[in-house]
């Protein structure tokens, strides 16, 4: 008999729980849906609609599967900003990143009821940092060919 991840509380990686934190946000956001149908008069549709927007936002950027794999893929590889390799080696990274306080006791509380271990990956390096280490100046002067 195979042990299964709620089990045996085996670590798992960030697609799984990109994909456990999709199928949570569906149901939470399937029941909020109905619950104007089913408590007419009672319920502040503004409110449920803000809680919807809250979890789709939520899930929007969850990593759900493999990657699509493309002809550019391999030059562009070569020229991803550390940014793009931190979110290419961690697929939840950006997620995490952006979804604040609210949102992370959401997907942690979630995945402690699964029985799921995960370590949440670390800061996204900013947007604008220079490649390799180099000052901006120098990155000018290698693009214009530039000696001085």
């Known amino acids: 008999m195979s042990r299964t991840p709620e ?24 029941a909020l849906a109905g619950k104007p149908s089913r408590q007419p008069g009672t319920v502040n549709t503004d ?9 789709a ?7 759900l599967g493999p990657r699509p794999q493309g002809r550019w893929r391999s030059t562009r590889a070569r020229r991803a900003s550390p940014r793009e390799r931190a979110m290419r080696a961690r697929p939840m990274s950006y997620t995490w990143d952006t979804t604040g306080e609210q949102g992370r ?3 942690l509380r979630h995945l402690s009821e699964a029985g799921y271990r995960w370590t949440p990956p670390p800061a996204l390096p900013t947007a604008g940092e220079p490649a390799g280490g180099w000052s901006l100046r120098q990155l000018l002067r290698t693009l214009t060919g530039r000696r001085r």
């Open 105 to 107: 006791a959401w997907m």
């Open 57 to 63: 936002d939520r899930a929007h950027n969850l990593p």
């Open 7 to 30: 089990a045996s509380g085996v670590e798992v990686d960030d697609r799984t729980v990109g994909s456990l934190l999709a199928y949570h946000a569906l149901i939470e956001i399937r």
């Open 47 to 55: 409110e449920v609609l803000a809680e919807i927007r809250t979890l």
